[in-house]
Each structure stands twice: as structure tokens, then as C-alpha cells.
């Protein structure tokens, strides 16, 4: 199983950017990485994904070092409604439905 | 427009009663689930559908029974509930199933239904 683990919570003031690490140790060949985030009372909504390197979209940038054995989601310039719950998770055609772990994720603080 | 829709938002009922929860998707997909997140916030999935087929059914209560109508919807039927199945149950949906797709399919989230048994 590709278990990920992610530091349980992170504060930070507006305006600075946020790196989020996950470690995905037991990766598998054909895994993608994914992240999701969640605001109190809502569903999770998805963020970012990607396989190798490094990915950029408008709300986030993904980060993944060549051994793929962790990634790690950069947050550039938050602002107060970033605070939320992020998701890592990892899966693929090979490891099946087990991408489907959320885990804890981990709460990010902004504070003014 | 909602993309995934829950019905009802809330759900507060005894001990014993059998209760069902509603989940439609507008956005084609062929894949829907059910997961469920309890008070420390795990988010666990119970049930996967594909065309209306059970793909994934996790270690769940078989009083948790899924049905699938259409591909549209999925609904959640709960026999007998326990305080234990407190929690909020989350509906959401995939274009396709991500193990079948060759990578990880983005899922849509409905926006929850909090079910408090007393």
C-alpha cells in the first residue's frame, strides 16, 4: 500500500508561501500523486496532480523529486480563506482503490 | 448549477431506524462513490459504482446497502443504525474509475450529509 504521511498542522501569515510535504515512501511505479483540499463543512475538492517533476495550475504547484518517495504542494502568497485541510494521496492503476486513503491531511492556519 | 448533489443536509434520527441518503451528479461521470468522515476527520471510502455496477465495496456494515439507479445516482440505505454510524457521509463522482482509467480520475465531492443517531 502506498501510505502517505503529512505533518498533522501548519500555521502561516497572508501573503507567504506554503509548502506541505508528503511522504509517499512506497510508491508504486505507475502512481500518481494527488492532492485535495477541504474547508470546514465541505466536501474535498481537488487541487493539483502529478507523476514526476513539477506540476503549476492557478491555485497550486506540485513538486516531485526524482525518486518520487515524497511531494510537496507549494501555496504561493496565502490568504485567510486557504485555511483548510490538505489532502495527499497516492494511486494508480496498479494499487487499485487504495488511493482512495485520505489520511489525516494536514490543517493549514493563515492568520492575518 | 450543483455538480454533486446530497439530500438530505442533515439527517438527526434514533437508534434502530432505517434511514436513506441521496446523491445525484450533473456531470456525466461514470463513476460514483460513497465515503464517510468521522468526528476526528478521517475520510474513509465505503462504496465505489461504475455504470451502475458495485466496483469497490469496503469493510462496511452490510447494513449499509448502495444502490445505483442510474448512472446518475447513488444512494445510500442504512438498516438499523448505531450511534457509531454518526458521522458526515460524502457522495462524489469520477469520470471514469481510476484504476481502470491508467491514472488517478479527479472526483467531485458532494457537499455532505451530517448524520447524528441518538
Known amino acids: 500500500l502506498a501510505k502517505t504521511t503529512q505533518p498533522i498542522s501548519m500555521d502561516s501569515y497572508e501573503g507567504q508561501e506554503v509548502n506541505i510535504t508528503c511522504s509517499h515512501n512506497?510508491?508504486?511505479?505507475?502512481?500518481?500523486i494527488t492532492w485535495y483540499q477541504q474547508f470546514p463543512s465541505q466536501g474535498p475538492r481537488f487541487i493539483i496532480q502529478g507523476y514526476k517533476t513539477k506540476v503549476t495550475n492557478e491555485v497550486a504547484s506540485l513538486f516531485i523529486p526524482a525518486d518520487r518517495k515524497s511531494s510537496t504542494l507549494s501555496l504561493p502568497r496565502v490568504s485567510l480563506s486557504d485555511t483548510a485541510v490538505y489532502y495527499c494521496?497516492?494511486?494508480?492503476?496498479?494499487?487499485?482503490?487504495?488511493?482512495?486513503?485520505f489520511g489525516t491531511g494536514t490543517r493549514l492556519l493563515v492568520s492575518p | 448549477d450543483t455538480a454533486v448533489s446530497q439530500t438530505p443536509k442533515y439527517l438527526v434520527t434514533q437508534m434502530g431506524n432505517d434511514k436513506s441518503i441521496k446523491c445525484e451528479q450533473n456531470l456525466g461521470h461514470d463513476t460514483m462513490y460513497w465515503y464517510k468522515q468521522d468526528s476526528k476527520k478521517f475520510l474513509k471510502i465505503m462504496f465505489s459504482y461504475n455504470n451502475k455496477e458495485l466496483i469497490i465495496n469496503e469493510t462496511v456494515p452490510n447494513r449499509f446497502s448502495p444502490k445505483s439507479p442510474d448512472k446518475a445516482h447513488l444512494n445510500l440505505h442504512i438498516n438499523s443504525l448505531e450511534l457509531g454510524d454518526s458521522a458526515v457521509y460524502f457522495c462524489?463522482?469520477?469520470?471514469?474509475?481510476?484504476?481502470?482509467?491508467?491514472?488517478?480520475?479527479?472526483?467531485?465531492f458532494g457537499p455532505g450529509t451530517r448524520l447524528t443517531v441518538l
Open positions: 512506497n510508491i508504486a511505479t505507475n502512481d500518481y
Open positions: 462524489a463522482s469520477s469520470q471514469d474509475f481510476p484504476a481502470l482509467a491508467g491514472g488517478t480520475d479527479t472526483q467531485y
Open positions: 494521496l497516492v494511486g494508480g492503476p496498479t494499487t487499485g482503490f487504495q488511493k482512495l486513503v
